[in-house]
Every structure is written in structure tokens, then in C-alpha cells.
């Protein structure tokens, strides 16, 4: 009888890191966060930042050469020199890890069985939930005047005129925004969708850094887009974190910058940025070296990169993001 297998029991007790100290490898990472960087272990590189693994969903990445990438399974069959493609040597790959590891041979009965079965049919046959209700953000019927674009606080952030005339961005005296640096939000079609407010400086302890309007859904627009649709298949995009990150990119010199209004990549993101590229184009990560960064950059990592080519233009020590450093230091890293 063959051996039994439980792939889903061996990638649910089996951590990356485990198996990349199994190879001896694991030293040669460095930690960031919840995530290890480094020269990739399977292709020998020596490029110090090309593999990423991350250790909550348990996979990792290689952006250099080979591109490999997948579960830990897929680690060990390409560790291995076997064919990720070929069920004989996933199969392999698996028996060696139950050896290595102890994992316990253990078929399921018939009445587990049984039961998976039922409850596959009964989610077959279960009626389809109704669609909760489509999320929009409708055009502004309105547009503020008279905003301060020489507002101190847009000269500290290192703009320029051109910058600030280029975004909209200004102080704004009167209205919800009032006291705050006002920021035009866009939705890729071009409509202005909502207004963004930005304290100038540290807001005090009743106040947020940043406000949004109630209703506004920044997980449905990618700030900028707009602006660089026309580049984007041609020279992909430069995707930062922050508004002020995306101007200072921008001013730069890459046009091509677009921003998530934060770290985290929402599915429609996921899917303007790639529609914006086209099947074949590129896409570099240049968020904040800290944690929300670390996990944020993993993730669209993981997301993107089986649709597009994706690099990460490493920013350096921790702490830093596109915002903190000079124009010739944004063009020495996405040079």
C-alpha cells in the first residue's frame, strides 16, 4: 500500500524557517519583522535582498534569477533540484519532509471521509448569499477653493512649486478640512473622489494625523493613478505608501509613482495596478522600512508576483521611507 500523505498537515506543522535551518541556510536571512531578507538559498545569488520569506503565511519569494517561489513543500522540492511542476516529486519532497520532521503517517477513516464528503455537497448545494452592497466613491459634486499651496508646512516636506501645483495640495481654511493640508483624491478615470487632510505637523493627542471623509473608501483608489495610466505600461509603476512618499518620488524625477494610501494592498488595488501595467509589466515595492512596511510589502509581494515582475528597491536602515531621503538618493535606489 502506498504511503499516505497529508500535504495540508505538513504545510500546517512545518515552518519555513525550520526547513531553511534544516538546510543550513537560515543564518544568511535577515529578519525584518515577521519576514526574513536575503541572497536567495536555491538559485545561489548574492544579492542581499532579492529572497523573502514571510514567516506568518509560511512561503517565500525569490526576485532575483530563478523566481521561484511557493510553499514550503515548494522550497524543499526546488532545494532539492526536482520539478515543482511534476506530482512524483512534490510527493517525494512531502515523504522526505514526514521523515525529517516526524510527522505522523495518518489516514483519514471512513467516517472523516464521509463527512468531508457531506459537507462538500452541502456547500454545493447551499443557495448563493446575496452580494453585499457594491462599495463606490462617487464624484465630489464640489471642489475647494482657495487653498494656501505656499503653506509652510508643504515647503518643510521638501516640495517644490511645481510639486505642489502638479498635486493640489493646500491649506485649507474653512469647511471639514479646515486647519489641515488638503489633498485631492482622484479615481483612476481622473473624477476627484474625495479630499484628504493632513495635519501639518504632530497633531495633538484629540486630533488624527490624518482625516478622511466619511463614506470615502481609500481601499478602492490608488492615489495618482490617473496621472500615470499612460506611462504605466511602458515604464510600470513605483508603488510607495504615503501621499507625501509619491510626490517627493515624483518630483524626483519617475512620474510613474502611484501610492496605497497606506501598507496594506486591497484586492481592487491589487487589480488597478496590474490592469494599469498589463499582463507583462512591472511593478517596484518601495514602502517604509518598518514593520507595517515589512508586512505590507510581503504581502503585495505575494499577491503580485505570479501576475507581473515585481522588484524591491530596498531603501536601506530601518526606519527610513521615500519621503526621508533626498532626490538623489530616491534615483540611486530606483535607478
Not at 1 to 14: L, N, P, Y
Not at 184 to 205: D, K, Q, S, T
Not at 234 to 261: H, S, Y
Request: aromatic content about 8%; glycine content about 10%.
Amino acid at each position: 500500500m502506498a504511503q499516505w500523505i497529508s500535504f495540508k498537515d505538513i504545510k500546517s506543522q512545518v515552518s519555513i524557517e525550520v526547513v531553511l535551518d534544516h538546510y543550513g541556510v537560515l543564518g544568511t536571512l535577515k529578519r525584518k519583522g515577521n519576514n526574513l531578507v536575503g541572497p536567495c538559498p536555491i538559485h545561489k545569488g548574492t544579492n542581499q535582498t532579492q529572497f523573502h520569506v514571510s514567516l506568518t503565511k509560511n512561503n517565500f519569494n525569490c526576485f532575483g534569477d530563478c523566481h521561484a517561489g511557493g510553499n514550503v513543500i515548494d522550497l524543499v522540492v526546488m532545494m532539492e533540484g526536482m520539478d515543482k511542476e511534476s506530482m512524483e516529486d512534490v510527493r517525494k519532497a512531502a515523504l522526505m519532509m514526514q521523515e525529517w520532521f516526524g510527522i505522523e503517517e495518518k489516514r483519514p477513516s471512513k467516517a472523516e471521509t464521509e463527512t468531508v464528503a457531506e459537507e462538500e455537497q452541502r456547500v454545493r448545494e447551499e443557495p448563493a448569499k446575496e452580494k453585499k452592497e457594491e462599495l463606490i466613491n462617487p464624484p465630489l459634486k464640489f471642489a475647494l477653493k482657495n487653498l494656501d499651496l505656499n503653506h509652510p508646512y508643504l515647503i518643510e516636506r521638501g516640495l517644490t512649486k511645481e510639486t505642489i501645483e502638479t498635486f493640489g495640495a493646500g491649506y485649507c481654511t474653512k469647511g471639514i478640512m479646515a486647519g489641515r493640508i488638503a489633498i485631492p483624491i482622484h479615481n483612476e478615470n481622473g473624477e476627484l473622489v474625495a479630499y484628504i487632510g493632513r495635519w501639518p505637523g504632530e497633531p495633538p493627542e484629540s486630533e488624527p494625523r490624518y482625516k478622511m471623509p466619511s463614506g470615502f473608501h481609500k481601499s478602492l483608489v490608488v492615489f495618482n493613478l490617473h496621472r500615470v495610466r499612460d506611462l504605466a505600461k511602458e515604464k510600470g509603476l513605483i508603488v510607495v505608501e504615503g501621499f507625501f512618499d509619491c510626490m517627493r518620488v515624483w518630483q524626483a524625477g519617475f512620474q510613474n509613482v502611484v501610492a496605497l494610501m497606506g501598507s496594506s494592498l486591497s484586492d481592487e488595488q491589487e487589480r488597478l495596478i496590474v490592469d494599469a501595467v498589463g499582463p507583462n509589466g512591472k511593478v517596484a515595492l518601495m514602502f517604509d522600512e518598518d514593520d507595517a512596511g515589512w508586512a505590507g510589502r510581503e504581502d503585495a509581494l505575494n499577491r503580485l508576483a505570479s501576475r507581473v515582475y515585481v522588484k524591491v528597491p530596498g531603501l536601506g536602515d530601518e526606519g527610513l521611507q521615500p519621503d526621508s531621503l533626498s532626490e538623489e538618493e530616491i534615483r540611486e535606489r530606483l535607478g
